[in-house]
C-alpha cells in the first residue's frame, strides 16, 4: 500500500517495536527520534536490518507540533499517516486501509479512532473510542499549527471524512500515579497555550469543564461499558480539565495580586 507512517519518539524502545509491527505493508515508514538514550536506536536498526522501510533520522526537540510537521515534510508517498510510538493498527483499520487510500481526489484526509488499553481491562471494546481525529492526510494536503503546544493535529487544506471501521490502539498503561503527572505536564501545556491564544479565567470553566470532560469520556464515549477501569479513565479525563483551568486562573491571579507574606499589616506595633 502506498503510503508512509511517520512517527516521532524519545525513549520508546517499550513500546516502537509492536508500532512498526502493525504497518506491515506500509511503503515508508519514517522515524524522528530527539535524542533517546535508551535501546531505541539499536531497536529500530534492527528492523532495518531485517529490511523494514524505515528511515530514521534525529532531529532537536521542535515542540509537539514541530516535530510532527518536520517527520511530516520527510513522508515521499501519496498518503500520510501520523502514528505515535505507543500505537499499533488494528485488525479492521488494516483491512480498511486500501479502501482509504483509493478515495476519491476531492477527499483530502481521514479521521481515525483511538482505543485505549486501560489496567485491569485491556483495550476497550470497538464501540468504545475516544473522538476521531485526522490521522490519515493526501501529502501535500495538510500541515501542524505550530502555536499548538499539545493536542496539536493536521490542519487539512480540503474535506475529509471519519472512517467507520478500524482504530488506532494506544497501548501504555500508566499507573495512576505516573497518569497524572501526565496529565500535570498536559494541562500546564494546554493552559499556557490557551493564554497565549488570549483565553480568560472563568469561574463557570473552573466549576463545569470538569464534570463536561467526564461525561463526555464516560456516557458519550462510552467508557462506562468498561466498569472500574472506564471510570477511573474518565475521572483522569475530568481531572486534566479542572488542572487547566486551574492553572489558567493562577497564572492571572498572580498578575493581580503577586504573592505577599503580608501577614504584620494590620497589626498594632507596641
Known amino acids: 500500500m502506498s503510503y508512509s507512517a511517520f512517527i516521532i519518539c524519545l525513549n520508546e524502545e517499550a513500546y516502537l517495536g509492536k508500532c512498526i509491527e502493525s504497518l506491515e505493508g506500509c511503503t515508508e515508514i519514517i522515524i524522528v527520534d530527539s535524542g533517546s ?3 531505541t536506536g539499536p531497536l529500530v536498526q534492527s528492523y532495518i536490518d531485517k529490511g523494514w522501510p524505515i528511515r530514521f533520522m534525529y532531529e ?8 510532527k510537521q518536520f517527520a511530516l515534510e520527510q513522508c515521499s508517498e501519496p498518503w500520510c499517516l501520523n502514528i505515535d510510538a505507543d500505537e499499533r493498527l488494528d485488525d479492521a483499520l488494516q483491512y480498511a486501509l486500501p479502501d482509504l487510500l483509493s478515495a476519491p481526489a476531492e477527499i483530502v484526509g481521514w479521521k481515525l479512532a483511538r482505543r485505549p488499553y486501560l489496567i485491569g481491562h485491556g483495550y476497550t471494546p470497538e464501540n468504545v473510542r475516544e473522538r476521531k481525529n485526522l490521522r490519515l492526510i493526501r501529502n501535500g494536503k495538510g500541515s501542524y499549527d505550530l502555536s499548538q503546544k499539545v493536542h496539536e493535529g493536521i490542519v487539512p487544506t480540503g474535506p475529509v471524512r471519519s472512517s467507520r471501521r478500524g482504530s488506532l490502539l494506544h497501548y501504555r498503561p500508566l499507573i495512576i500515579d505516573e497518569q497524572i503527572l501526565k496529565e500535570n505536564k498536559y494541562s500546564t501545556l494546554k493552559a499556557d497555550q490557551q ?17 463536561l470532560y467526564f461525561l463526555r469520556l464516560y456516557f458519550k464515549n462510552g467508557l462506562w461499558r468498561c466498569g472500574m477501569p472506564g471510570f477511573i479513565e474518565a475521572a483522569t479525563g475530568g481531572i486534566y480539565a479542572f488542572l487547566t483551568q486551574a492553572k489558567i486562573y ?21
Not at 197 to 204: D, I, P, V, W, Y
Not at 251 to 266: H, T
Open 250 to 270: 493562577q497564572r492571572y491571579a498572580l498578575i493581580r495580586r503577586p504573592n505577599v507574606d503580608d501577614m504584620d499589616q494590620g497589626r498594632t506595633k507596641i
Open 37 to 39: 538514550t535508551d535501546g
Open 60 to 67: 532537536p526537540w521542535r515542540g509537539y507540533a514541530g516535530q
Open 195 to 211: 493564554l497565549a491564544e488570549g483565553r480568560k479565567a472563568k469561574l463557570s470553566n473552573l466549576l463545569f469543564s470538569p464534570w
